[in-house]
């Protein structure tokens, strides 16, 4: 029977698929002349880098869930951290954890939150001007394909998974 994969190495693996994403946007956007063709590639990519996203965080959440006996993982994983001293790391999670919501469910409480919050770590566009048929289309509420922002996500999962390994 084969072992199945460590969280690091789930990690590694998503940050290569991302990169072949952000870097096809980046590819498709330098080049950019306003085809329909290049849009949908631009689409088809940035959804590409949204499923990874929410993939990553729900595998982190998963491996990481019997650290905690029951209840919401991301808020008792925050609220660990901040009781360690770890305010900078809880606030992370806590940011990628609403826009991981925001990416699953479009606009609702998590979105609500950061509007009301900025965040330094992505973009978070607000909901006025989206029609109705856009208002659960992720990538028209939170932009993940700056620069960054998986590298971020990954940076924060892996340093909240060395601390609940090692805690």
Known sequence: METSQSLPELVAAAQTSAKT??????????LMDGSDIQAEEIHAATIALELATVD??????????????????????????????KTDLAERVHQYYLAVNVL??????????????????????P?????????????????????GFFEGLTTTILEAY??????
């Open 21 to 30: 994403s952000e870097d096809r946007i980046s590819e498709i956007q330098n």
């Open 127 to 147: 909901s006025q001007g989206i029609t109705t048929d856009e208002s659960n289309i992720p990538s028209s509420l939170i932009d993940i394909s700056v620069s």
């Open 56 to 85: 990553i965080f729900s595998i982190f959440e998963a491996r990481m869930q019997h650290h905690f006996k029951r209840g919401p993982f991301s808020r008792k994983l925050k609220a660990l951290l901040v009781e360690n001293g």
């Open 104 to 125: 699953k469910h479009g606009i609702g409480a998590s979105h609500r939150e950061l509007l009301a919050n900025p965040s330094s770590l992505f973009v978070v566009k």
């Open 162 to 167: 060395h601390f609940l390994e090692n805690k």
